[in-house]
């Protein structure tokens, strides 16, 4: 197996959403804001390669939204998913999995393009199965209105008629391994409905996608919980279980959002669960 990181793109988003109730004197401390109090924010995907399958976790916003709706979200750098993939040697057409996390826009726009006429929609990878639970996606194609903004039809409602559309088989359980792309996958229900988080298993390691559990470094203490999410207090709940869970085993928690951040292990302390190490994806995956 070879793990492969991905950049689909930079963007900023409101620092006070992206912290909720935390004041701002505190997270500015990690995630430093701008004079419009923006603060940086990566679309980092995960490639896997093993055997005959090549995995894509995530896609970012693609490009195929207007330049008034791009203009919310301050796009910055050179960093695109073709570039990207292109680098590691591959094609969007190579790609014969696509597994989403969930399917806020910045999450799945990238697995739905424009078609050549501009007439309609298309899958960016048409090699691919796209891979969504079924709870998660009734979730998304009726979205409450907390949630509509993130939801945008035209990123859901062509995978499904395109027929590459695919659901996770699971269970009740909150935990499990999937045989249909061979690493677990962790239900979460604080951001959204269903979030799924992948735990890889590589070389002695294991590699958790973190998704939008933990954005960054500066999301670590509990109470750093976004403005984003429907049901904060869960993810009170679910992010400590998570966080010692990864202390005692040792997990690398591969951070999608953190700009600067690419993969971080974390340790018990007196204060909680807090950062151990920081590495780049070419410190753990070469």
């Known amino acids: 197996m070879n793990l492969h990181p991905i950049k689909a793109g930079n963007f900023k988003l409101d620092g006070g959403a992206m912290f909720g109730v935390v004041p701002k004197t505190l997270w500015q401390k990690t995630n430093p804001a701008d004079n419009n109090?923006?603060?940086?924010?990566?679309?980092?995907?995960?490639?896997?390669?093993?055997?005959?399958?090549?995995?894509?976790?995530?896609?970012?916003?693609?490009?195929?939204?207007?330049?008034?709706?791009?203009?919310?979200?301050?796009l910055w750098g050179d960093d695109n998913l073709d570039a990207s993939l292109k680098a590691k040697g591959f094609h969007r057409d190579d790609i014969t999995d696509v597994f989403i996390t969930h399917l806020h826009f910045d999450h799945c726009g990238g697995v739905v393009q424009w078609n050549d006429s501009r007439t309609g929609y298309e899958l960016a990878f048409k090699n691919a199965k796209i891979w969504s639970n079924k709870e998660h996606w009734q979730w998304a194609v009726a979205p409450n209105a907390r949630e509509k903004a993130s939801f945008l039809k035209e990123n859901i409602l062509p995978i499904e008629e395109s027929g590459h559309l695919n659901f996770i088989s699971r269970t009740d359980a909150t935990f499990q391994k999937t045989s249909?792309?061979?690493?677990?996958?962790?239900?979460?229900?604080?951001?959204?409905?269903?979030?799924?988080?992948?735990?890889?298993?590589?070389?002695?390691?294991?590699?958790?996608?973190?998704?939008?559990?933990?954005?960054?470094?500066?999301?670590?203490?509990?109470?750093?919980?976004?403005?984003?999410?429907?049901?904060?207090?869960?993810?009170?709940?679910?992010?400590?279980?998570?966080?010692?869970?990864?202390?005692?085993?040792?997990?690398?928690?591969?951070?999608?959002?953190?700009?600067?951040?690419?993969?971080?292990?974390?340790?018990?302390?007196?204060?909680?669960?807090?950062?151990?190490?920081?590495?780049?994806?070419?410190?753990?995956?070469?």
Not at 39 to 67: F, P, T, Y
Not at 271 to 276: S, T
């Open 180 to 286: 249909e792309l061979g690493f677990g996958v962790l239900f979460a229900n604080g951001h959204t409905e269903k979030q799924m988080l992948p735990h890889i298993a590589y070389k002695d390691k294991t590699i958790v996608f973190m998704a939008d559990l933990l954005p960054t470094v500066g999301h670590i203490p509990l109470p750093y919980v976004m403005g984003y999410d429907t049901r904060p207090l869960l993810t009170l709940d679910e992010k400590k279980l998570f966080l010692e869970n990864a202390a005692t085993h040792g997990w690398y928690l591969f951070l999608e959002h953190d700009a600067h951040n690419e993969i971080i292990t974390v340790q018990h302390t007196e204060k909680g669960v807090r950062l151990k190490e920081i590495f780049t994806c070419n410190d753990i995956f070469n």
């Open 37 to 74: 109090n923006l603060i940086d924010i990566a679309a980092r995907c995960l490639l896997i390669e093993n055997g005959d399958k090549l995995i894509l976790i995530d896609s970012g916003m693609g490009d195929k939204q207007s330049e008034k709706f791009f203009g919310y979200y301050s």
